[in-house]
T-cell receptor
Framework: SQQGEEDPQALSIQEGENATMNCSYK?????LQWYRQNSGRGLVHLIL?????REKHSGRLRVTLDTSKKSSSLLITASRAADTASYFC??????????FGKGITLSVRP | DVKVTQSSRYLVKRTGEKVFLECVQD?????MFWYRQDPGLGLRLIYF???????EKGDIPEGYSVSREKKERFSLILESASTNQTSMYLC????????????FGSGTRLTVV
């Protein structure tokens, strides 16, 4: 069963702009993770935020988590053409496997 | 860096064949997973394993089985391949889902004709 749902399904922006992607989920979680997938390849882990954290940064990535609203957002600042990919959120409950959303397709136009 | 290696990038098999998809990780991860990815459906968990010789069904185990005889290797078996098993198959491993992300292999795109 799909736990996370990303929004929007597709996003197209100009290079240099910021990209914001959202994820909502239904049940309580231990942590939430974001992954990137380049076309036809495996997923790459970007960032993990635990349920007791509200915000986390990694380079140009900023993730927020609001457990009261059961939602998360991923912000990519100063986007580049190389950021063009699909992005997935995934949720984990305690001692449990990850459940992935269906993904967001991000296109960054040069 | 942990590496997860899937034996084939592309595979074409005939309906009814028995198909083996191999996955090897080079770090000491207990947890290994097999997902399939289809357009519009995202990633769906087929089977996972928390230890050697241990396996648990995921969300869509029908038509599949797995084998984990050694810690580093997790094999997915399609007992009798069918056209609806044409998909991208992704293997992943993890040290501890509570604190670490998954490391994925590059995927195997399987076509069943």
């Amino acid at each position: 069963s799909q736990q996370g749902e990303e929004d929007p399904q597709a996003l197209s922006i100009q290079e240099g702009e910021n990209a914001t992607m959202n994820c909502s989920y239904k049940t309580s979680i231990n942590n939430l993770q974001w992954y990137r997938q380049n076309s036809g390849r495996g997923l790459v882990h970007l960032i993990l935020i635990r349920s007791n954290e509200r915000e986390k940064h990694s380079g140009r990535l900023r993730v927020t988590l609001d457990t009261s609203k059961k939602s998360s957002s991923l912000l990519i600042t100063a986007s580049r053409a190389a950021d063009t990919a699909s992005y997935f959120c995934a949720t984990a409950r305690a001692n449990s496997k990850l459940t992935f959303g269906k993904g967001i397709t991000l296109s960054v136009r040069p | 860096d942990v590496k997860v290696t899937q034996s084939s990038r592309y595979l074409v098999k005939r309906t009814g064949e028995k198909v083996f998809l191999e996955c090897v990780q080079d770090m000491d991860h207990e947890n290994m997973f097999w997902y399939r990815q289809d357009p519009g459906l995202g990633l769906r968990l087929i089977y996972f394993s928390y230890d050697v010789k241990m396996k648990e069904k995921g969300d869509i185990p029908e038509g599949y089985s797995v084998s984990r005889e050694k810690k580093e290797r997790f094999s997915l078996i399609l007992e009798s391949a069918s056209t609806n098993q044409t998909s991208m198959y992704l293997c992943a491993s993890s040290l501890d889902t509570g604190f670490y992300g998954y490391t994925f292999g590059s995927g195997t795109r399987l076509t069943v004709v």
